[in-house]
Nanobody
Framework: VQLQASGGGLVQAGGSLRLSCAASGRTFSSYAMGWFRQAPGKEREFVAA????????YYANSVKGRFTVSRDIAKNTVYLQMMSLKPEDTAVYYC????????????????WGKGTQVTVSA
């Protein structure tokens, strides 16, 4: 199983980025796909998630209204559209797959992708 995240980079505050996560190696129809992030010196935290089969979405309060998670079933890819970025959004972002009912818990994640760095300058 492989989750390949991409799309990170350096952006000014107020700017936008779109992260992609290409999934392969198994069927994820019974899973939820999530995004987590980890800033230096902080714990990994939940950002957003989408139920693969139904498309329901969930967001952390800190990103609600600014980030949008979506998926392309045909491409087996999950996206995180990030807008109105703030310096506090700076972190390594990780793609993840886990159980639907516990997708916001890092401890419950079954598959992690390698992270992609997002840096937001003031």
């Amino acid at each position: 199983v492989q989750l390949q995240a991409s799309g990170g980079g350096l952006v000014q505050a107020g700017g936008s980025l779109r992260l992609s996560c290409a999934a392969s190696g198994r069927t994820f129809s019974s899973y939820a796909m999530g995004w987590f992030r980890q800033a230096p010196g902080k714990e990994r935290e939940f950002v957003a998630a989408i139920i693969w089969s139904g498309g329901s979405t969930y967001y952390a309060n800190s990103v609600k209204g600014r980030f949008t998670v979506s998926r392309d079933i045909a491409k087996n890819t999950v996206y995180l559209q990030m807008m109105s970025l703030k310096p506090e959004d700076t972190a390594v972002y990780y793609c993840a797959a886990g159980p639907r009912l516990r997708i916001s818990s890092a401890d419950a994640i079954e598959y992690w992708g390698k992270g992609t760095q997002v840096t937001v300058s003031a």
